[in-house]
T-cell receptor, first 117, second 120 residues
Framework: EAGVVQSPRYKIIEKKQPVAFWCNPI?????LYWYLQNLGQGPELLIR????????DSQLPKDRFSAERLKGVDSTLKIQPAELGDSAVYLC???????????????FGPGTRLTVL | AQSVTQLGSHVSVSEGALVLLRCNYS??????LFWYVQYPNQGLQLLLK??????LVKGINGFEAEFKKSETSFHLTKPSAHMSDAAEYFC??????????????????FGQGTILTVHP
């Protein structure tokens, strides 16, 4: 079974440029997460989707970050414009959730390492 | 709000020695607890988790952890370290379905990680 797929794996851009990351979750997983991992830190949740709905985006900096999961499968996270401080690893994870709150284990992709110059 | 503290950002052991990685959590009620491992340039892989039942949890690669409610701890151990265990380890918590409010259930809060080095 294929795991969580992310692309690109590495991205180098200049500040003020836009950038987008793509994630394809494990087949059958209805819940998708985007995490931000700064160097030497643990991941921090940016946004969580259940199917097409963003159920928790409280940590997403909405002035420059946006995300979508139009068909409830793959997802795109965008930054526009990028700042130097956005240099980090962006992780995508997926899990299976049932109505009523049960959420199974989260499986993580390899991440996209963003460098902003 | 929940938080996780991992004591020691770097731990170094000799091959064959005991591995002990410490994790303490702060939560008003007992949460679900997890240990993840991250190898260089890879995503996080679940080692083990505690939800309910037996407080001593066994995971992959010979690791285990014990949930101690009185100490609010969930330390990770392995009796004998192997070179392949060298990686970064993250402890995480999440609210249980019973205690989660609104959208918080399923949200993982991670510690800052502990880098494990294994010497020959």
């Amino acid at each position: 079974e294929a795991g969580v797929v992310q692309s690109p794996r590495y991205k180098i851009i200049e500040k003020k440029q836009p950038v987008a990351f793509w994630c394809n979750p494990i087949s059958g997983h209805n819940t998708l997460y985007w995490y931000l991992q700064n160097l030497g830190q643990g991941p921090e949740l940016l946004i969580r989707y259940e199917n097409e709905e963003a159920v928790d985006d409280s940590q997403l900096p909405k002035d420059r970050f946006s995300a979508e999961r139009l068909k409830g499968v793959d997802s795109t996270l965008k930054i526009q414009p990028a700042e130097l401080g956005d240099s980090a690893v962006y992780l995508c994870a997926s899990s299976f959730s049932l109505a009523g709150g049960f959420t199974d284990t989260q499986y993580f992709g390899p991440g996209t390492r963003l460098t902003v110059l | 709000a929940q938080s996780v503290t991992q004591l020691g950002s770097h731990v170094s052991v000799s091959e064959g020695a005991l591995v002990l990685l410490r994790c303490n959590y702060s939560s008003s009620v007992p949460p679900y607890l997890f240990w993840y491992v991250q190898y260089p340039n890879q995503g996080l892989q679940l080692l083990l988790k505690y939800t309910t039942g037996a407080t001593l949890v066994k995971g992959i690669n010979g690791f285990e952890a014990e949930f101690k409610k009185s100490e609010t701890s969930f330390h990770l151990t392995k009796p004998s370290a192997h070179m392949s265990d060298a990686a970064e380890y993250f402890c995480a918590v999440s609210a249980t379905p019973r205690n989660a409010g609104g959208t918080s259930y399923g949200k993982l809060t991670f510690g800052q990680g502990t880098i494990l080095t294994v010497h020959p």
